[in-house]
């Protein structure tokens, strides 16, 4: 069973950082692509980066690029994301992802930022 489980969330002021951890299980976990998706209460889900199975190609949605960094450690299984300049339009909850498979997320971790 794919179990994904996110953490590091929280309330920060504009211009903050966090770094967000997924920890993944159920599957062999460098035979697959990750992703990062945020989804605002009532508001359909957006994804906000990814990475491929080594690491090396990564992709970020065009309004975080530069601001945030995924990255990932196949040996523990981990997937990463640090936000950094974060803005109060990055309020949201964040999801981490098999590959594009929104259906694989987990429970998510709440990212507020709030002055």
């Known amino acids: 069973e794919v179990q994904l489980v996110e953490s590091g969330g929280g309330t920060v002021q504009p211009g903050g950082s966090l770094r967000l951890s997924c920890a993944a299980s159920g599957f062999t976990f460098s035979d697959f692509a990750m992703a990062w998706a945020r989804q605002v209460l009532g508001k359909a889900p957006e994804w906000v980066s990814s990475i491929n199975t080594e690491g090396v190609a990564t992709y970020y949605k065009d309004s975080v690029q530069g601001r945030f960094t995924i990255s990932r450690d196949n040996a523990k299984s981990t997937l990463y994301l640090q936000l950094n300049s974060l803005q109060t339009d990055d309020t949201a909850v964040y999801y981490c992802?098999?590959?594009?498979?929104?259906?694989?997320r987990g429970q998510g971790t709440q990212v507020t930022v709030s002055s």
């Open positions: 992802t098999r590959s594009l498979d929104w259906s694989s």
